[in-house]
């Protein structure tokens, strides 16, 4: 019912910059918040950055300051601007978005398949 469908992954070299798009799609109510989140081999995921709504935004303390998240909400779309990108930052990038469907009332939340973002050094 609910799409997410992420794009701007790829390789760059260490110091360069990416940017991710994601788009929702489908039977969407209302979308509270969008974000990304990232997982690296043999490690947890984590949140990289989020957007509600309003314009509220958070970030993971390692990408404050080279990170920018920003959101179109008439296009159900979130974007993740990646400046000054390091070999840690190398993972997968799922995209979240936290929505109700018309269907129904309560909220959920729905993950993209992820994109690779591979920084070398």
């Known amino acids: 019912q609910v799409q997410l469908v992420e794009s701007g992954g790829g390789l760059v070299q260490a110091g360069g910059s990416l940017r991710l798009s994601c788009t929702a799609s489908?039977?969407?109510?209302?979308?509270?918040?969008m974000g990304w989140y990232r997982q690296a081999p043999g490690k947890q995921r984590e949140l990289v950055a989020r957007?509600?709504?309003?314009?509220?935004?958070n970030y993971a303390d390692s990408v404050k300051g080279r990170f920018t998240i920003s959101r179109d909400n008439a296009k159900n779309t979130v974007y993740l601007q990646m400046n000054s990108l390091k070999p840690e930052d190398t993972a997968v990038y799922y995209c979240?978005?936290?929505?109700?469907?018309?269907?129904?009332?309560?909220?959920?939340?729905?993950w993209g398949q992820g994109t690779q973002v591979t920084v070398s050094s």
């Open positions: 489908g039977n969407i109510r209302r979308i509270y918040a």
């Open positions: 957007i509600t709504s309003g314009g509220s935004t």
């Open positions: 979240n978005a936290d929505l109700t469907i018309m269907t129904a009332t309560y909220r959920r939340d729905y």
